[in-house]
């Protein structure tokens, strides 16, 4: 198994580009969630999915989208970058609807000049 | 805002010796999970506890829980370089949301 594979790893963008972060999981988990981190923080929640077909915020949700595309897969979308949006992007996922272990992906680097 | 504050923010120790982190938390929880991060990497899950659970222990970690005083504690016994790493604690909240929120962090140096 995979785990939580992320795509790309790193990302350069200019201000006002678009660009969209893939997370897909092979460990047939129900939920997922994407997260951001700045330097010397803890992580951040964006959006997550408690299941496939739902989505719903968490705490830093301006500026992004997200699909639940199936159960595997979970994009987040950037839709005008803004300098702000610099950080790590973490993609998890988590076996029931949320409450035990999360499991991490790698993280996407993106810098927006 | 975040939910759970690590102390301390950094730590440097001698390889041997025992590394303890602290993470205070705000709110009633379900349960706190305690994870790792190497530079440059994803999180790694390390050890939860249930809010009905003091105490739990899990090779060479150790963790407590103090629900009256809303704080948990990390203790990792005979360090070694390989602890070297972020540690992050997370509370899940006592409600429908299945959130996790994180702290900061405490930075783990392990001198060998």
């Known amino acids: 198994n995979a785990g939580v594979t992320q795509t790309p790893k790193f990302q350069v963008l200019k201000t006002g580009q678009s660009m969209t972060l893939q997370c897909a999981q092979d460990?047939?988990?129900?939920?997922m969630y994407w997260y951001r981190q700045d330097p010397g923080m803890g992580l951040r929640l964006i959006y997550y999915s408690a299941s496939e077909g739902t989505t719903d915020k968490g705490e830093v949700p301006n500026g992004y989208n997200v699909s639940r595309l199936n159960k595997r897969e979970f994009s987040l979308r950037l839709e005008s970058a803004a300098p702000s949006q610099t950080s790590v992007y973490f993609c998890?996922?988590?076996?029931?609807?949320?409450?035990?272990?999360?499991?991490f992906g790698p993280g996407t680097r993106l810098l927006v000049l | 805002s975040q939910q759970g504050e690590e102390d301390p923010q950094a730590l440097s120790i001698q390889e041997g010796e025992n590394a303890t982190m602290n993470c205070s938390y705000k709110t009633s929880i379900n349960n706190l999970q305690w994870y790792r991060q190497n530079s440059g990497r994803g999180l790694v899950h390390l050890i939860l506890?249930?809010?009905?659970?003091r105490e739990k222990h899990s090779g060479r970690l150790r963790v407590t829980l103090d629900t009256s005083k809303k704080s948990s504690s990390l203790l990792i016994t005979a360090s070694r370089a390989a602890d070297t790493a972020s540690y992050f604690c997370a509370t899940l909240r006592m409600d429908s949301s299945y959130k996790l929120i994180f702290g900061s962090g405490t930075r783990l140096l392990v001198r060998p």
């Open positions: 998890a996922s988590n076996p029931g609807q949320g409450a035990g272990t999360q499991y």
């Open positions: 506890i249930r809010s009905n659970e």
């Open positions: 460990m047939n988990h129900n939920s």
